[in-house]
């Protein structure tokens, strides 16, 4: 195959048959004109209207005013209300609620477990980034049937509900997995 200089080679002047120039176009086709035309007589009638109208007062009309007689006039007394079709109406009238004592019972104080780990060092990780929450933490070590574990975990919360909303306030930054329990 021989080899071919692209470089020396002279340019071609043919046009690229994408780049073709249309020829121009005149706007005012006859689609144009006519939606012109419309145009303009619509806004001529609608001034015309506003013209015509705008001198014209507007007509009132007499209003008679009758006096009637209050002696001739007899009130009408509303009808007398329906039968009820069901008894349960008359019951609910003479229905007393018996309203029942009971007495909230405190489980006990809750802790929350964010995690259990052998090595302190992932456990201490654990806590600093519960500190970087707002709350505070702590580490406790526990003898299991395996070995040694470090557990992190807060509290004592007096209820079950602060210890879930600070349960949450760690979801929302990314401290996952954390369980609550009664404190023993």
């Not at 690229?16 to 005149?26: D, I, L, V």
Request: charged content about 25%; overall charge positive; proline content about 5%.
């Amino acid at each position: 195959m021989a080899h071919q200089d692209y470089v020396s080679r002279s340019q071609n002047k043919k046009k690229s048959p994408y780049k073709t120039k249309a020829a121009p176009q005149s706007i005012f086709t006859l689609k144009f004109k006519f939606v012109l035309l419309l145009l303009i007589l619509l806004i001529g009638a609608f001034s015309y209207g506003l013209w015509t109208i705008k001198d014209k007062q507007p007509q009132t009309t007499p209003v008679k005013i009758v006096k009637e007689k209050s002696q001739t006039v007899q009130k009408k007394s509303l009808p007398a209300p329906p039968k009820e079709k069901w008894a349960y109406v008359d019951s609910l009238k003479s229905k007393e609620v018996e309203v029942g004592e009971y007495e909230v019972k405190n489980k006990g104080p809750y802790k929350m477990q964010c995690g259990s780990f052998r090595t302190e060092k992932q456990a201490q990780v654990l806590k600093a980034t519960i500190a970087f929450t707002g709350l505070t933490s702590q580490v406790s070590e526990s003898k299991g049937q395996k070995g040694i574990y470090y557990k992190v975990f807060l509290g004592p919360y007096a209820r079950k509900r602060e210890a879930e909303k600070d349960k949450h306030k760690l979801k929302s930054n990314n401290v996952n997995g954390c369980q609550i329990w009664l404190w023993r």
